[in-house]
T-cell receptor, first 112, second 117 residues
Framework: LAKTTQPISMDSYEGQEVNITCSHNNIATNDYITWYQQFPSQGPRFIIQGYKTKVTNEVASLFIPADRKSSTLSLPRVSLSDTAVYYCLVGASNTNAGKSTFGDGTTLTVKP | NAGVMQNPRHLVRRRGQEARLRCSPVKGHSHVYWYRQLPEEGLKFMVYLQKENIIDESGMPKERFSAEFPKEGPSILRIQQVVRGDSAAYFC???????????????FGPGTRLLVL
């Protein structure tokens, strides 16, 4: 299973764009990259998922280079409520290797 | 469309007792995952189940822990003879089967916080 590496913490200010990069050098051909957000005392919440190139939804963008050995979650114009832990997850659920590997997460603190 | 339900939300047990954690997946989801999260740490995979089958239990301690996902009813994570080190938040997640483009997407429940006294 692909191990992921993320920065332990990041600080930002309201209104700024935040980019969190995750390294996954051993990503497998059939692995997807998924990002989750977790607030204290809550379960993780799905943010975005991608396989290659760029994916964008209403809350974030995900950039994946051609070699897929890393990915970058981009949060545009963060607010105080974006303060949370962000997890990069690499894996596939439709095979016997249903387990996906969570990293230790990146604690994002957004300041006023 | 209800999300993943877990109960109880909080559970207090004394050392040596049994803890039973229940998880009802999103309707129509046939894949269930259990994770454990210690304070200030990330989620650690425990077990992956499909209906009536354990697919991967490599993250689950060999003793005292068991999990099931019966044909009918919720998935159960059972911890026998609990010890203080079992105190943690236990999260359940479910995922759909064969949804194109959504491989790996897991929908998490609110968790059960177990405290062993």
């Amino acid at each position: 299973l692909a191990k992921t590496t993320q920065p332990i913490s990041m600080d930002s200010y309201e209104g700024q764009e935040v980019n969190i990069t995750c390294s996954h050098n051993n990503i497998a051909t059939n692995d997807y990259i998924t990002w989750y957000q977790q607030f204290p005392s809550q379960g993780p919440r799905f943010i975005i998922q991608g396989y290659k190139t760029k994916v964008t939804n209403e809350v974030a963008s995900l950039f994946i280079p051609a070699d897929r050995k890393s990915s970058t979650l981009s949060l545009p114009r963060v607010s105080l409520s974006d303060t949370a832990v962000y997890y990069c997850l690499v894996g596939a659920s439709n095979t016997n290797a249903g387990k996906s590997t969570f990293g230790d997460g990146t604690t994002l603190t957004v300041k006023p | 469309n209800a999300g993943v339900m877990q109960n109880p939300r909080h559970l207090v047990r004394r050392r040596g007792q049994e803890a039973r954690l229940r998880c009802s997946p999103v309707k129509g989801h046939s894949h269930v995952y259990w994770y454990r999260q210690l304070p200030e740490e990330g989620l650690k995979f425990m077990v992956y189940l499909q209906k009536e089958n354990i697919i991967d239990e490599s993250g689950m301690p060999k003793e005292r822990f068991s999990a099931e996902f019966p044909k009918e009813g919720p998935s159960i994570l059972r911890i026998q003879q609990v010890v203080r080190g079992d105190s943690a938040a236990y999260f359940c997640a479910s995922s759909p089967l064969g949804t194109p483009g959504l491989d790996g997407t897991q929908y998490f429940g609110p968790g059960t916080r177990l405290l062993v006294l």
